[in-house]
């Protein structure tokens, strides 16, 4: 007699996958890193545009003053750098700190600014350096397109032995449009206050 072997538990089949589950799934991978793709495109090109725009679109602030002196006499003034902090009330320090020590085309200075919020150091290289006409230099926050400032002195002779001297500054950058209120609010009056103290530093250098 031989014996019955024990029987052992059919394992159950697999039930068949649905062929239209996996094919699904690929496609919808696609389409969300398809949508995160767009969106970062989208948000580069309105950087990139924003940038643009903040470059091409300038804060001006600009303030005059007319003084009974000659170019040249304001031109000695406006360029004795050393003697600043004695009647200065806006940059209270100005040095040249290239190579050379001369205040020329190329060099860079070491501005100390002073506004109601308190004192900001700058190093702008000098752009334009006409004896009597035109002082110009342009000062970078950061890689240049985040915040620069372009500072502008011109002297012109007008009628009755006078000269008008206009003091002004052109800021393009990212961050300028959140900071334009302030700029107006703090840094315009400073130029003005400049621009007086000059013509009372001139008259008295004129009477010594």
């Known amino acids: 007699m031989t014996a019955a072997l024990p029987s052992t538990p059919s394992t159950p089949a697999e039930a068949p996958r649905d062929p239209a589950q ?37 804060v001006r602030l600009t303030a005059s003053i007319e003084i009974e002196a000659s170019p040249d006499e304001v031109w000695q003034v406006l360029t004795d750098l050393a003697a600043y902090p004695q009647w ?5 320090s100005t ?13 860079t200075l070491r501005n100390v600014m002073h506004d109601r ?21 342009i000062g970078k926050m950061g ?19 006078r000269v008008r001297l206009t003091q002004s500054e052109s800021f393009t950058g990212v961050a300028v449009p959140f900071v334009a209120g302030q700029l107006r609010a703090d840094t315009l009056p400073q130029f003005r206050a400049m621009n007086e103290a000059l013509a009372r530093r001139v008259e008295a250098v004129e009477r010594e």
């Open 117 to 137: 919020t308190g004192d900001t150091v700058f190093t702008p290289e000098v752009l334009t350096l006409e004896p009597g006409r035109e002082l110009r230099w």
């Open 22 to 58: 996996a094919p699904a799934a690929v496609p919808a991978r696609r389409r969300r890193r398809r949508v995160l793709l767009g969106a970062g495109a989208a948000l580069v090109a309105l950087l990139g545009g924003y940038t643009a725009w903040s470059n091409t679109h300038p």
């Open 143 to 161: 890689p240049g397109w985040i915040a620069d400032g372009e500072h502008r002195f011109v002297i012109e002779e007008i009628e009755g032995g």
């Open 95 to 107: 040095e040249v700190t290239s190579q050379g020590g001369r205040l020329e085309e190329g060099a």
């Open 88 to 92: 200065n009330p806006f940059m209270t």
